[in-house]
C-alpha cells in the first residue's frame, strides 16, 4: 500500500491508478518495512538470542501477511477488505512484539498504512493504540524506563500524522488545479466554438446583405431600364426581340440573387416569417418571463430589415437577461401603413442611457443603433434607474413591402 497517500479513484476496470510520486511512495514504505524486519530478525540472530528462532518467524509472518495484503486486488478496492487485512497485520505485529523489543521499530510503517486504509477519525485513533502498543512492548522487555521509550513512538505517531494531513491537502489542491485547468481548456473550446459560430453568421449576414444591396437591386434596375427601353423602340423594332431576352435574363439572375439571400438568413428566419422567429425567441429566453405579441398585419420584409429587427431582438433580450434582473419583458412587433416597429419593454432595474458602456462584443446599444441606422431607421433607448427599460427601433418600409 502507499504512505500518506489519499486512496486514488479506480478506474473503470476497477484498477487504481498511481502517479510517478504514488509509486515512489510504495516502494519507500516496502523497502522500509521489510529493512525493518530483516534487521530486527539478524539482530536477533547475531545476538544468538534464546527466542531468536521465535523472532524470525515471527518477521516471516508479518512479511507473508504484508505481501499478502499488496498482492490481493481486494484490498486496493474495498476498505473493508483493507481494515481486515490491517487487522492482521497490526496481530503479526503483537506476536513480534511479544518475542522482540526490536518490534518498536515496525510501529513507523504501520502508522501510516492505518493513516492511508481508515478513515482520518479511525486512523488517529489506530496511531494512538499502536504507540500504546509499541510503547507497552519496549518497557515489557526493559527493566529501565527512559524518556526515549515514550518520545519515540509519540512523535513518530506525530509526525506521520502531520505528514499523511499535509500530503492530503497538497493532494487536493492538486486536484482542484486540475480540475480548474480542465474547465478552463473546456470554457476555452466552447469560446472557440462560439466565436466560429458568430463569425459564420456575421459572415453570412454580410454577404446576404450585400447581395441584396448590390447585385439584387441592380439587376432590378436593369429590369425597370429595359422596360422603359422596351416602351420607347416602335412596334415591330427587330431590338425588341433582344432586349425581351435581356430582360428574361435579368430577371432569372434577380431570381437567383434572391435564392441566394434567403439561403444565406439566419437560421432563426429560415423556416418561418419574422413573427414566428421572435415568439420561438421569447420562448426560449431564460430568466424572465417573455411574452412576444404582433400588432397590425404582419406583411413580408426584405431580408435586411427581417435580420436587423431580429437581431435587435436577441440583442435587446440578451441585455435584459444579463443585466437588467427583470421579472418580465415583452417584445411587441407593429406594422403601420408605412413603417415596422420592434419594442422591448423590461420591468428591471433600469439605467442611465447617458452613461451606458459603448458595448460589450456587440450586444450594445451603438451596435443596435448602427443597425437600425444602416437602413434608415430610428434608435430610441428610454430608461432611468429602478424604472425598467424600454427600447424601440422604427424602420420606414421600402417600396417592395408596400406595394
Known amino acids: ?14 484498477v487504481r491508478t498511481l502517479t510517478p510520486v504514488s509509486r515512489i511512495l510504495r516502494l519507500c514504505l516496502h523497502a522500509l518495512l521489510f529493512g525493518l524486519l530483516a534487521l530486527a530478525a539478524g539482530r536477533a540472530v547475531a545476538d544468538s538470542a534464546p527466542d531468536a528462532g521465535w523472532v524470525v518467524a515471527a518477521c516471516a509472518l508479518l512479511a507473508a501477511v504484508y505481501l499478502a495484503g499488496v498482492r490481493t486486488p481486494a484490498v ?12 492482521g497485520l497490526c496481530a503479526a505485529w503483537a506476536a513480534l512484539l511479544v518475542v522482540s523489543p526490536d518490534g518498536l521499530w515496525i510501529a513507523f510503517p504501520l502508522y501510516f498504512l492505518e493513516l492511508h486504509l481508515l478513515r482520518l477519525r479511525w486512523g ?16 515489557a522487555h526493559s ?12 512523535l513518530g505517531g506525530a509526525v506521520a500524522v502531520a505528514t499523511v494531513l499535509g500530503y492530503q491537502a497538497l493532494y487536493r489542491e492538486s486536484e482542484r488545479r486540475r480540475e480548474l485547468i480542465e474547465e478552463l481548456i473546456t470554457t476555452r473550446a466552447e469560446l472557440a466554438a462560439a466565436e466560429r459560430s458568430a463569425g459564420i453568421l456575421a459572415e453570412r449576414e454580410r454577404l446576404a446583405r450585400e447581395i441584396h444591396d448590390t447585385l439584387a437591386q441592380g439587376l432590378s ?15 415591330g423594332s427587330a431590338a425588341l426581340a433582344h432586349i425581351g431576352r435581356a430582360r428574361e435574363a435579368a430577371q432569372e439572375n434577380l431570381a437567383e440573387a434572391r435564392r441566394f439571400v434567403r439561403a444565406l438568413t439566419p437560421p432563426d428566419l429560415e423556416h418561418g416569417s419574422l413573427p414566428a422567429a421572435l415568439e420561438r425567441l421569447c420562448s426560449g429566453a431564460p430568466g424572465p418571463r417573455v411574452r412576444f405579441s404582433l400588432s397590425g398585419t404582419a406583411r413580408p420584409l426584405p431580408t435586411p430589415y427581417e435580420v436587423a429587427l431580429l437581431r435587435i431582438a436577441q440583442s435587446a433580450l440578451a441585455n435584459v437577461v444579463r443585466h437588467a434582473e427583470a421579472g418580465r419583458a415583452e417584445i411587441t412587433l407593429t406594422f ?18 447617458t452613461s451606458a458602456p ?10 443596435m443603433r448602427s443597425r437600425a441606422e444602416t437602413l434608415s431607421g430610428l434608435f ?6 429602478g424604472q425598467g427599460t424600454a427600447v424601440a427601433v422604427t424602420l420606414p418600409l421600402p417600396a417592395e413591402a408596400l406595394s
Open 124 to 139: 488517529v485513533a489506530a496511531v494512538a493504540a499502536t504507540a500504546a502498543a509499541a510503547i507497552g512492548g519496549f518497557l
Open 380 to 385: 430610441t433607448v428610454e430608461s432611468a434607474p
Open 1 to 14: 500500500m502507499t504512505a500518506a497517500l489519499p486512496p486514488p479513484s479506480p478506474t473503470p476496470a476497477g
Open 358 to 367: 459603448s458595448g460589450d462584443g456587440g450586444f450594445g446599444l451603438p451596435a
Open 336 to 353: 403601420m401603413d408605412s413603417s415596422v416597429t420592434l419594442d422591448i419593454v423590461d420591468d428591471g432595474q433600469g439605467f442611465d442611457p
Open 76 to 87: 486496493h478496492r474495498s476498505a473493508r477488505a483493507g481494515a481486515v487485512w490491517l487487522a
Open 221 to 235: 434596375s436593369i429590369q425597370l431600364l429595359l422596360r422603359a427601353a422596351e416602351r420607347s423602340l416602335p412596334e
Open 143 to 154: 527493566s529501565a524506563v527512559t524518556p526515549g521509550a515514550f518520545l519515540g513512538p509519540l
